[in-house]
């Protein structure tokens, strides 16, 4: 469904009138990560009274929704407040229940979105409502995509002290573009430069929604969360679904249990399921027979009376292995094979690494430690790969930077691991002559001067839309950063708020650099950025190593663009002299090349250890023996060649990129 989930948004994208050009594809501004991975959770099974009074809810008082927000702007914080006035878990005990991962809290992000069920009564009724956090990271724009697919409408969370910002415009078109109905909520009114005034306006003029409607809360401190719920309610339409059809529910998310195996989320868009009864799955046709079903509440609840129509919640199916898992995939029951959902479309990574263990920890243990961790997050994907410099080691592929970040983080604190990991780089294309095309994601795999003078036909780099927004203030300081990464300006629209919103075509090569880091320095921490794919064009690329005494130090080379070699050049030599120790035996040439041409070099010069210092003058026969042991020395030394170099060099050198 993503392909439509796609489409529809960026068809909606270009209708925007102050966005301009339409954006092709977002497939690759997306990103993802599953729960804890082998997490081991018990199974509890819901009380009589609760499964009595869910049992009682009609569809007509069923609601799933969303919240759609830009980082940091309040989703977690108002999910725990809803999840505390619901009773789902007790004020005060849990901070950010959704965000379970370790990395999430510590960071504050949510990365993977998580749902949970809540009860609630509103005018005597009970009302089901289904509540899905959504990440705010752009990316992991899929994510969100598949959040909304189970939902009828979405609160729109915007800060009052920070009015809109570029991923609350995203995240509002994908919505609006899936006919989700959006119920604005301003949040942190409790701080002293709220403006709600100036959030309601812009509310208004960017969204055409009505703000006298919109929830004035703050989250955190608790001040009218209670008028968000009713909103839901009288807002949002309950789910269009059919309880007597045959059973079709969308898989919207999968993780895996050390105890279970394999846990399915669902939206149950037909029909029911229960404990016992045979499923299959449309896209691997493999059958299962249901070993447990139940709500998310916060953790895993079992409901005997399974799930309807109406309803997301969980479905341990027996499945051992969770690439059988198809995220958009339908499970129907195995007697009655109806026309499956339509489905979403695999994301693509678009950042790639070489990860490489350090001294001392051990490949095997290293090598099962990320395969259990792509268990839990298929948008990662792993190779062996063999370096000269580093050994053996993996080519890990993500959906963006922030993935790629999170995914070490977790393995280090997951894991323990200790890992060296080199430059980003993205996926460049490669046109033959013969009307072939490949797909570079490794430096290694560039085609050599040889090959690009004889049989390549031309180069591509991806490129992105960025969507950047700043008071206006920074709109000059904006334009030159984009201008000197390689960006093309698409439009610039000026908010009412004295905020700017600028669009530019860049190179993903330049986004994987550091641009946001490079974006909240600059504007001191006021801009914000969201981008969508944009496609291949024709660029410059050409590789450069960094070479060794004549040996090219596989793990550092980088593919660039032209104009970028000659800075990069002299930095990298310069900082790799540093890096490397002094005291040298020999003297050893760093040097920075593409193709035969030598773009930068730095020599360090040999310390010739005085080996004859303390011997007499007329003992010649030890004098040449020890010059004879010293040339030996280096000999062996030499031949060792770039290995030598301390791994600390490797390290300190990737840890800070040029
Ligand atoms: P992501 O998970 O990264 O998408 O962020 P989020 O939108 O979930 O934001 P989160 O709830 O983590 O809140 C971000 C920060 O804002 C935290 O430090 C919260 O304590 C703070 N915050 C949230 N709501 C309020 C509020 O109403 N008032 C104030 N003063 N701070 C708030």
């Given at each position: 469904m993503t392909t439509v989930v796609a489409s529809r948004a960026f068809r909606s994208f270009a209708r925007a009138p102050w966005l301009g050009v339409c954006v092709r594809n977002n497939s690759t501004a997306t990103a993802k990560l599953k729960p804890k991975p082998g997490a081991k959770t018990e199974t509890r099974v819901a009380s009589k009274e609760l499964q009595d009074r869910i049992a009682a809810i009609p569809i007509e008082n069923y609601r799933n929704f969303s919240i759609v927000a830009h980082v940091d702007h309040g989703k977690s914080t108002l999910s725990d407040r809803l999840l505390e006035l619901t009773g789902v878990i007790t004020p005060g005990e849990n901070k950010q229940v959704l965000d379970k991962l370790d990395v999430e809290r510590e960071r504050g992000i949510t990365v993977k979105a998580q749902t949970c069920t809540m009860l609630y009564k509103y005018k005597g009724q009970d009302y089901l409502l289904h509540l899905v956090d959504t990440p705010g990271h752009v990316d992991f724009r899929a994510e969100v995509s598949r959040s909304y697919a189970s939902c009828g409408g979405a609160l729109l969370v915007v800060d009052a002290s920070q009015g809109i910002q570029a991923q609350t415009v995203a995240n509002f078109y994908l919505a609006y573009s899936l006919g989700l109905k959006l119920v604005p909520v301003i949040n942190k009114i409790d701080l002293d430069h709220a403006n709600i005034p100036r959030a309601k306006e812009q509310i208004e003029e960017t969204f055409e929604l009505d703000a006298e409607e919109a929830v004035c809360i703050s989250a955190k401190t608790g001040q009218n969360v209670e008028q968000v719920l009713p909103a839901v309610i009288e807002n949002i339409p309950s789910?269009?679904?059919?309880?007597?059809?045959?059973?079709?529910?969308?898989?919207?998310?999968?993780?895996?249990?050390?105890?279970?195996?394999?846990?399915?989320?669902?939206?149950?868009?037909?029909?029911?399921?229960?404990?016992?009864?045979?499923?299959?799955?449309?896209?691997?046709?493999?059958?299962?027979?249901?070993?447990?079903?139940?709500?998310?509440?916060?953790?895993?609840?079992?409901?005997?009376?399974?799930?309807?129509?109406?309803?997301?919640?969980?479905?341990?199916?027996?499945m051992?292995?969770?690439?059988?898992?198809?995220?958009?995939?339908?499970?129907?029951?195995?007697?009655?094979?109806?026309?499956?959902?339509?489905?979403?479309?695999?994301?693509?990574?678009?950042?790639?690494?070489?990860?490489?263990?350090?001294?001392?920890?051990?490949?095997?243990?290293?090598?099962?430690?990320?395969?259990?961790?792509?268990?839990?997050?298929?948008?990662?994907?792993?190779?062996?790969?063999?370096?000269?410099?580093?050994?053996?080691?993996?080519?890990?592929?993500?959906?963006?930077?922030?993935?790629?970040?999170?995914?070490?983080?977790?393995?280090?604190?997951?894991?323990?691991?200790?890992?060296?990991?080199?430059?980003?780089?993205?996926?460049?294309?490669?046109?033959?002559?013969?009307?072939?095309?490949?797909?570079?994601?490794?430096?290694?795999?560039?085609?050599?001067?040889?090959?690009?003078?004889?049989?390549?036909?031309?180069?591509?780099?991806?490129?992105?839309?960025?969507?950047?927004?700043?008071?206006?203030?920074?709109?000059?300081?904006?334009?030159?950063?984009?201008?000197?990464?390689?960006?093309e300006q698409v439009n610039i629209q000026y908010l009412s708020n004295r905020?700017?919103?600028?669009?530019?075509?860049?190179?993903?090569?330049?986004?994987?650099?550091?641009?946001?880091?490079?974006?909240?320095?600059?504007?001191?921490?006021?801009?914000?950025l969201d981008y969508e794919d944009a496609g291949y064009l024709p660029s410059a690329i050409v590789k450069m190593e960094l070479v060794v005494n004549g040996r090219s130090v596989d793990a550092l080379a980088q593919v660039l663009h032209r104009s970028q070699v000659e800075i990069k050049g002299r930095d990298w030599v310069k900082r790799f002299k540093e890096y490397l120790s002094k005291s040298q035996l020999f003297e050893i040439v760093i040097q920075a090349k593409t193709g035969n041409k030598i773009i930068a070099r730095e020599t360090i010069k040999a310390k010739r250890k005085d080996v004859l210092a303390k011997l007499h003058a007329s003992d010649i026969s030890r004098r040449q023996k020890l010059l004879k042991k010293q040339k030996e020395g280096k000999k062996v030394m030499r031949s060792i060649g770039n290995v030598q170099i301390p791994q600390e060099a490797y390290q300190s050198f990737l840890a800070k990129p040029s």
């Amino acid at each position: 469904m993503t392909t439509v989930v796609a489409s529809r948004a960026f068809r909606s994208f270009a209708r925007a009138p102050w966005l301009g050009v339409c954006v092709r594809n977002n497939s690759t501004a997306t990103a993802k990560l599953k729960p804890k991975p082998g997490a081991k959770t018990e199974t509890r099974v819901a009380s009589k009274e609760l499964q009595d009074r869910i049992a009682a809810i009609p569809i007509e008082n069923y609601r799933n929704f969303s919240i759609v927000a830009h980082v940091d702007h309040g989703k977690s914080t108002l999910s725990d407040r809803l999840l505390e006035l619901t009773g789902v878990i007790t004020p005060g005990e849990n901070k950010q229940v959704l965000d379970k991962l370790d990395v999430e809290r510590e960071r504050g992000i949510t990365v993977k979105a998580q749902t949970c069920t809540m009860l609630y009564k509103y005018k005597g009724q009970d009302y089901l409502l289904h509540l899905v956090d959504t990440p705010g990271h752009v990316d992991f724009r899929a994510e969100v995509s598949r959040s909304y697919a189970s939902c009828g409408g979405a609160l729109l969370v915007v800060d009052a002290s920070q009015g809109i910002q570029a991923q609350t415009v995203a995240n509002f078109y994908l919505a609006y573009s899936l006919g989700l109905k959006l119920v604005p909520v301003i949040n942190k009114i409790d701080l002293d430069h709220a403006n709600i005034p100036r959030a309601k306006e812009q509310i208004e003029e960017t969204f055409e929604l009505d703000a006298e409607e919109a929830v004035c809360i703050s989250a955190k401190t608790g001040q009218n969360v209670e008028q968000v719920l009713p909103a839901v309610i009288e807002n949002i339409p309950s789910p269009k679904v059919h309880i007597d059809s045959p059973l079709r529910c969308l898989l919207v998310d999968s993780w895996f249990d050390s105890y279970v195996g394999v846990v399915l989320l669902v939206y149950v868009v037909d029909g029911s399921v229960k404990k016992g009864q045979k499923i299959i799955s449309a896209h691997t046709k493999l059958k299962y027979e249901v070993k447990d079903v139940g709500i998310m509440y916060p953790d895993r609840l079992t409901t005997p009376a399974g799930l309807r129509a109406g309803q997301v919640g969980y479905i341990v199916p027996g499945m051992k292995d969770s690439t059988d898992a198809h995220i958009g995939d339908t499970f129907m029951h195995m007697d009655q094979i109806v026309e499956p959902l339509p489905g979403f479309e695999e994301q693509k990574p678009m950042v790639f690494v070489g990860a490489f263990p350090a001294d001392g920890v051990d490949f095997k243990s290293l090598d099962e430690s990320l395969r259990q961790l792509c268990l839990n997050d298929r948008s990662v994907t792993l190779q062996k790969e063999t370096s000269s410099a580093l050994g053996q080691g993996w080519r890990l592929g993500f959906l963006g930077t922030l993935h790629a970040s999170v995914f070490r983080e977790r393995l280090e604190k997951e894991y323990g691991a200790n890992i060296i990991i080199t430059a980003p780089t993205v996926p460049f294309k490669v046109l033959w002559k013969d009307g072939t095309e490949t797909i570079v994601s490794n430096p290694d795999n560039f085609p050599d001067s040889g090959a690009l003078s004889q049989k390549v036909a031309s180069l591509q780099e991806p490129y992105v839309e960025a969507l950047i927004s700043v008071p206006e203030e920074y709109v000059g300081t904006v334009i030159k950063l984009c201008e000197d990464n390689r960006g093309e300006q698409v439009n610039i629209q000026y908010l009412s708020n004295r905020q700017a919103l600028l669009k530019y075509l860049l190179p993903m090569s330049q986004l994987v650099d550091d641009f946001f880091g490079k974006l909240k320095g600059l504007t001191k921490g006021y801009g914000s950025l969201d981008y969508e794919d944009a496609g291949y064009l024709p660029s410059a690329i050409v590789k450069m190593e960094l070479v060794v005494n004549g040996r090219s130090v596989d793990a550092l080379a980088q593919v660039l663009h032209r104009s970028q070699v000659e800075i990069k050049g002299r930095d990298w030599v310069k900082r790799f002299k540093e890096y490397l120790s002094k005291s040298q035996l020999f003297e050893i040439v760093i040097q920075a090349k593409t193709g035969n041409k030598i773009i930068a070099r730095e020599t360090i010069k040999a310390k010739r250890k005085d080996v004859l210092a303390k011997l007499h003058a007329s003992d010649i026969s030890r004098r040449q023996k020890l010059l004879k042991k010293q040339k030996e020395g280096k000999k062996v030394m030499r031949s060792i060649g770039n290995v030598q170099i301390p791994q600390e060099a490797y390290q300190s050198f990737l840890a800070k990129p040029s």
